[in-house]
């Protein structure tokens, strides 16, 4: 019986010393998976951006839409038509400066 008991003794110490030796490399996967993880999330939301931006560049009704976007282009049958808040035309007395929009210039177009 005592030999029976030894035995299980050194089973135990065995599986016990295997599972301390296995701790650290499985605590150490765990972590890369979450790393891995969190990295598939970031390319996910970017590929979901990108896919988008190819979708609505495919697309011929969009195109003419992102030509004026990113080109400020507007076609010469259309007038370009700027909203501003009123409040905004009240000028400094002392610099007598005119409202600017962002992104354009404070320059009179050259089109009619």
Known sequence: MACHIGVNVLFTAAALSGLYRLLPVQLAQHHR??????????LSTRISRLQEGVDRGMDPLQQEALIKERLNRVPRNQIQVRLVDPSTWVADDEKNTHPSWIGQSTQPSARP
Do not use: A
Not at 33 to 42: D, T
């Open 33 to 42: 998976l979450q790393v891995l993880e969190r990295h598939i999330e970031v």
